[in-house]
């Protein structure tokens, strides 16, 4: 592998970690709006509120745009690389790779960053309890 070809994977490695941790705040921000919401439902919308779920929906927005590109500059780089050094069946293998690693990366980070553990139908009334 040449110094190129290494400095893409490490770029694409960059990638997917931002990419997991904007999956980890936009999971962050879709707490808050649920609370929100709830706290709404309590008590008239007030002008404050509203403009606090507003700004929250285009921090959500903002975090989703950077979570997209991270993971398709990421796909993008692994595959070209991939396809660098398998030729043609370098695409196709490339592709799925890297899509695979972006599911397990996207699913894996966030969890640990918050440490909780995996969400069932089982647990839903525990942590309605617990909010």
């Not at 590109?69 to 070209?80: D, E, N, P, S």
């Not at 790779?97 to 972006?102: A, F, V, W």
Request: without cysteine.
């Amino acid at each position: 592998m040449s110094t190129n070809q290494w400095t893409e994977l490490a770029v694409a490695v960059v990638a997917l970690l931002l990419s997991a941790v904007a999956t980890w705040a936009e999971i962050s921000l879709v707490a808050v709006s649920r609370v929100d919401v709830r706290r709404l439902f309590d008590n008239r919308l007030s002008r404050e509120d509203a403009i606090a779920i507003e700004r929250t929906q285009r921090l959500r927005s903002a975090v989703l745009l950077i979570e997209v590109l991270a993971a398709a500059i990421a796909v993008a780089l692994f595959t070209w690389v991939f396809a660098d050094l398998l030729g043609d069946r370098g695409l196709l293998w490339g592709l799925l790779t890297s899509l695979g690693i972006l599911l397990v990366v996207g699913r894996l980070i966030p969890r640990i960053l918050a440490n909780e553990e995996a969400s069932s139908e089982n647990d839903l009334p525990h942590k309605v309890g617990r909010v």
